[in-house]
């Protein structure tokens, strides 16, 4: 079993909609998780950061992390094409810096 | 900040042949890191250091690989000899652990793009 497992896509979606990116862990003890956004030919960019159990949302971004089902998701409201990219999930654990990447998801935005 | 600093960015050579990754982290980033990405296996971490001792090595694939951090400012991931599997994109990312719930954000400089051939 991956430590990070995410659905490869394509995801494609209509300008305007909420693109919605799904991944998995196994690590019960990981503690923060990651999104960061790829474009092709670039190098990984961070989105945004969870924690805690619960939403955190920053502009059209929301974060969704739920411990119990080792789940955590992004939510892309209002999708544009310059979010057509590939998202990665990342996670580590406590007092380790270390961050372990799922394969990532790529999305395209349709105009 | 100028961000991480890669080089060479890109680079072609023959199987047989020792390559030199470098990089700069940023200025006061305590934690380096390199990573490979490949579309087979993704990312996957090599290396990381921790004010320029290596922490975790067990990412790097064998012993043709090996990496040094000689201060905080520099540090090298080399390979040799280069095999054509070596094809890969290789990303030195850093980060500053200020805060356990500040999120421990991994800054990825631009990426060596390396074709053996």
């Known amino acids: 079993q991956k430590e990070v497992e995410q659905n490869s896509g394509p995801l494609s979606v209509p300008e305007g909609a909420i693109a919605s990116l799904n991944c998995t862990y196994s690590d019960r003890g990981s503690q923060s998780f990651f999104w960061y956004r790829q474009y092709s030919g670039k190098s990984p960019e961070l989105i945004m950061f969870i924690y805690s159990n619960g939403d955190k949302e920053d502009g059209r971004f929301t974060a969704q992390l739920n411990k119990a089902s080792q789940y955590v998701s992004l939510l892309i409201r209002d999708s544009q094409p310059s979010d057509s990219a590939t998202y990665l999930c990342?996670?580590?654990?406590?007092?380790?810096?270390?961050?372990?990447f799922g394969a990532g998801t790529t999305v395209t935005v349709r105009a | 900040d100028a961000g991480v600093i890669q080089s060479p960015r890109h680079e072609v050579t023959e199987m047989g042949q020792e390559v030199t990754l470098r990089c700069k982290p940023i200025?006061?980033?305590?934690?380096l890191f390199w990573y490979r990405q490949t579309m087979m296996r993704g990312l996957e971490l090599l290396i990381y250091f921790n004010n320029n001792v290596p922490i975790d090595d067990s990412g790097m694939p064998e012993d043709r690989f090996s990496a040094k951090m000689p201060n905080a400012s520099f540090s090298t991931l080399k390979i040799q000899p280069s095999e054509p599997r070596d094809s890969a994109v290789y990303f030195c990312?850093?980060?500053?652990?200020?805060?356990?719930?500040?999120?421990?954000?991994?800054?990825f400089g631009e990426g060596s793009w390396l074709t053996v051939v």
């Open positions: 990312a850093s980060s500053f652990a200020d805060s356990y719930f500040s999120g421990n954000t991994i800054y």
């Open positions: 200025s006061g980033h305590d934690y």
């Open positions: 990342a996670v580590s654990r406590p007092n380790d810096y270390k961050l372990s």
